[in-house]
Nanobody, 112 residues
Framework: QVQLVESGGGLVQPGGSLRLSCAASRSIFSIYAMGWYRQAPGKQRELVAIITSGGSTNYADSVKGRFTISRDNAKNTVYLQMNSLKPEDTAVYYC??????WGQGTQVTVSS
């Protein structure tokens, strides 16, 4: 069993930045792709960014050029750097490991 714990959410003004962190209870990055998903009220959960075990990344079109996913293998932690935030980025953000393991989610609110 793997536990994923997200942190770093909060309230930020449009144009601002936040960095989300996802700490895994054990090393899984060499096995699983890690992803960040988000779910806004009344909408389906959607993939935001993913980083494979080999280090390749992919992003939703809506966040390309603004968000960056990265990982620190030594810390068993995945990050999502979010810049130029927009109100439409408001959602609960979830960390995922290998499409199997999920974190509890962290709220991101972009509002003036």
């Amino acid at each position: 069993q793997v536990q994923l714990v997200e942190s770093g959410g909060g309230l930020v003004q449009p144009g601002g930045s936040l960095r989300l962190s996802c700490a895994a209870s054990r090393s899984i990055f060499s096995i699983y792709a890690m992803g960040w998903y988000r779910q806004a009220p009344g909408k389906q959960r959607e993939l935001v960014a993913i980083i494979t075990s080999g280090g390749s990344t992919n992003y939703a079109d809506s966040v390309k050029g603004r968000f960056t996913i990265s990982r620190d293998n030594a810390k068993n932690t995945v990050y999502l750097q979010m810049n130029s935030l927009k109100p439409e980025d408001t959602a609960v953000y979830y960390c995922n490991g290998g499409t199997i393991y999920w974190g509890q989610g962290t709220q991101v609110t972009v509002s003036s």
